[in-house]
């Protein structure tokens, strides 16, 4: 006589299956494995290849819904049952902090387009496994001390690296980096100033559909977080998102890099002037130019904002993140025929942060791998217009009224209170976008303490943004021209690199900053 269990119907016992994966979001889904543990027979049934359906229906449950699922043919209960598999795994390691090297890379490309994909569940999924802890430890085994002496990440390990500095900028919250220790916070800058550098060793640009040999891929970690042994193996590049294997491009990570390293030194505190004037009104009376007491406790309140934290609020957004737009345009021409994976009018408004000097001046005589710490961070403040050249509109048959007069569509001024551009003008969304220029100042509050200065700016079609700074006033010409040039974040957060027109070697000077929206 065939066990209870085996005379149950099969749609109820899917039934009894779901409702014990699922009954908590977060919990893992031990449940439904014990149950296929029980015989056979109900192995055979409720097998990932014989019931997707429940499976897909599992990953509904404790994912996000795909909100890119356009960019495949066709989201299959079977390629969401793959997905399920492969998530459950990738949080497994997280929580077990296992850094075997061997599917480490898939894993990695697993989290990071779960990330991109989050809104909401699956960041409270990153942090029931403590996957920003995960991170923190692998980043300390590739780059830091556990390195073997005299080598140095290449290959697997430098695209390893590179996605974990990713992954960490979009799971690392505010309340992550207080938690952490001070020589925590500090480590985690030493690691991540080299990724900050144009001149020093960056890691992998381009990981196109081909194979490299880097011999077979393990690696041991022990209880003192060393590592014991690496070596290297054949390893395909190409990783399987839903099920279809895909030859994706690692993202440049120095924008992340800059992004966490502007956090990390928001949560540090810093000695305020104490002989400068208390307020502006004090200053004025005693005509006393430049920053007050004041202005310094402005600063000092300045806070990065962290992508984990704006899906937490509810206003993530990476589709339009040229970071990352290459990842989705490579799958299946996600972005079909528009020309510019900016969205114009986003940077339109008031933007402040802060700017840090790079320490050694002289790059050249640095070690590429220990550049020296930042120095010299001061506020930076502008106000930005964008003016947008369009493709005038095809010629209508004759005898059919224009639907719009393509010479007064042939520009378009953005101002800073302007709202909701993209609603107003459906031009904006697709490829009839030419060339979007920028211009802007600082306020009288920040010209008053920190100095007056005047932009002018372009967006290149891959979102990367140049501003060329200069002061207002002729006394302060001796500042020189600055030029800006970085990358939007979540449409919240632009950061990068700036320099300044005079070459280093005679007296130039350079570093990075970071500006957040201020919205009102």
């Known amino acids: 006589?065939?066990?209870?269990?085996?005379?149950?119907?099969?749609?109820?016992?899917?039934?009894?299956?779901?409702?014990?994966?699922?009954?908590?979001?977060?919990?893992?889904?031990?449940?439904?494995?014990?149950?296929?543990?029980?015989?056979s027979t109900i192995?055979?049934?409720?097998?990932?290849?014989?019931?997707?359906?429940?499976y897909a229906s599992i990953f509904r449950a404790k994912f996000d819904v795909p909100s890119v699922q356009n960019s495949f043919d066709k989201l299959t209960d079977s390629a969401l049952a793959t997905e399920l598999v492969q998530r459950c795994r990738m949080l497994n390691r997280a929580c077990g902090r296992d850094f075997v090297v061997k599917g480490l890379r898939q894993d990695l490309w697993t989290a990071l387009w779960m990330a991109l994909e989050s809104n909401g569940l699956n960041e409270a999924q990153f942090v029931a496994s403590g996957f920003s802890e995960f991170i923190i430890l692998l980043l300390r085994c590739i780059l830091g001390k556990s390195t073997p002496a005299g080598r140095h990440p290449t290959g697997l390990l430098d695209e390893i690296a590179s996605l974990g500095i990713l992954l960490l900028s979009l799971t690392l919250t505010q309340r992550d980096i207080i938690n952490l220790s001070a020589e925590t916070r500090e480590e985690l800058l030493n690691l991540l100033r080299p990724f900050t550098s144009p001149l020093s060793r960056a890691p992998v640009q381009n990981i196109q559909s081909r194979v490299v040999s880097v011999g077979r891929p393990t690696m041991?970690?022990?209880?003192q977080g060393a590592t014991d042994a690496?070596?290297?193996?054949f390893v395909s590049q190409s990783v399987i998102i839903y099920a279809e294997r895909q030859s994706l491009t690692c993202?440049?990570?120095?924008?992340?890099?800059?992004?966490?390293t502007?956090?990390?030194?928001?949560?540090?505190?810093?000695?305020?002037?104490?002989?400068?004037?208390?307020?502006?009104?004090?200053?004025?009376?005693?005509?006393?130019?430049?920053?007050?007491?004041?202005?310094?406790y402005a600063l000092a309140r300045l806070r990065t904002p962290l992508y984990a934290d704006a899906v937490s609020e509810g206003s993530g957004s990476v589709i339009h993140d040229s970071e990352f737009s290459g990842i989705l345009d490579e799958m299946n021409n996600f972005y079909g025929s528009r020309k510019y994976t900016y969205v114009p009018g986003t940077l339109a408004g008031v933007w402040e942060g802060s700017y840090m000097m790079y320490g050694d001046l002289h790059p050249k005589h640095n070690d590429s791998q220990n550049p020296a710490d930042f120095i010299c961070r001061k506020p930076m403040q502008c106000v930005l217009s964008e003016h947008v050249r369009l493709r005038p509109p095809p010629p209508t048959p004759e005898g059919e009224p224009l639907a719009l007069d393509p010479h007064r569509c042939s520009e378009l001024e953005i101002s800073p209170a302007d709202t909701s551009i993209t609603e107003?003008?459906?031009?904006?969304?697709?490829?009839?976008?030419?060339?979007?220029?920028?211009?802007?100042?600082t306020l009288d509050h920040h010209e008053q303490a920190w100095g007056a200065f005047r932009f002018v700016g372009r967006i290149q079609q891959d979102g990367t943004i140049t501003l060329k700074r200069e002061p207002k006033n002729t006394g302060e010409d001796g500042l020189g021209a600055w030029t800006f040039e970085g990358h939007l974040r979540f449409d919240s957060v632009f950061v990068g690199q700036w320099k300044s027109n005079v070459d280093v070697d005679t007296g130039g000077i350079r570093g990075i900053f970071s500006l957040c929206k201020i919205v009102d």
């Not at 041991?220 to 209880?223: A, E, K, P, T």
């Not at 993202?251 to 966490?260: D, G, T, V």
């Open 1 to 39: 006589m065939a066990p209870y269990l085996e005379r149950i119907p099969r749609d109820a016992l899917q039934h009894i299956a779901f409702a014990g994966a699922s009954s908590s979001p977060l919990e893992s889904i031990h449940h439904i494995l014990h149950l296929l543990l029980t015989s």
């Open 424 to 441: 107003q003008h459906p031009l904006l969304c697709n490829a009839d976008v030419l060339e979007i220029t920028l211009t802007g100042e």
């Open 220 to 223: 041991r970690y022990n209880q």
């Open 262 to 296: 502007f956090a990390l030194r928001d949560a540090t505190s810093f000695d305020i002037p104490t002989h400068l004037p208390s307020t502006r009104a004090e200053a004025i009376a005693t005509q006393r130019p430049g920053p007050t007491i004041e202005d310094f």
């Open 43 to 54: 192995y055979r049934s409720l097998s990932i290849h014989a019931c997707p359906q429940l």
């Open 251 to 260: 993202p440049q990570p120095s924008s992340a890099a800059i992004a966490l």
């Open 230 to 233: 690496i070596s290297y193996g």
